[in-house]
């Protein structure tokens, strides 16, 4: 008797909560995607040299001067790299950001995987003055050509 009455009181609880969560999903799936959409995003793209030699791999940033919505980041293959509209910068003046980090891959064996722990972290292979102290820059937009060719050097 208390089970089933218990049972039943539960049971009272969660239907008196169904009406309020489906109208806060209907809320919140309407709010999906209607409204501003935000500034528009450019398509851009273009090769990396390192070294007068395409760059294997990387990646490239796109950072703002003025709007941090604004900013993009694509991986460079094989010297190439690409972003498309749907999360490429907004129009505007940028600094770009250029970095190759050998990968290291990690050890099976527990003693080495200790050794790799305590190793000295990889080290960036393109200088600093490509990415942390960049001096890149590009200007997106939709007047422009959105396609970029960067050279850089090796870091010391």
Partial sequence: MRIS????LAIRQLSS???TVACLATLLI???GSGDSGPDRYSVSGT???DGQPMSAGTIEFHSTTNVAGNAMAQIVDG???IGSDMG?????YQVRISSITPQIAPTDPDEAMEAANAPPPKE???ARFNSETELTAEVGPDKDNSFDFQVESSP
Avoid: N
Avoid at 5 to 8: E, G, N, P, V
């Fill in 5 to 8: 009455l218990l049972r039943t």
């Fill in 17 to 19: 909560l169904i009406p």
């Fill in 30 to 32: 309407a709010g999906c």
């Fill in 48 to 50: 990396v040299s390192r």
């Fill in 80 to 82: 190439k790299f690409s």
């Fill in 89 to 93: 910068p907004t129009a505007g003046s």
């Fill in 125 to 127: 292979e393109v200088a």
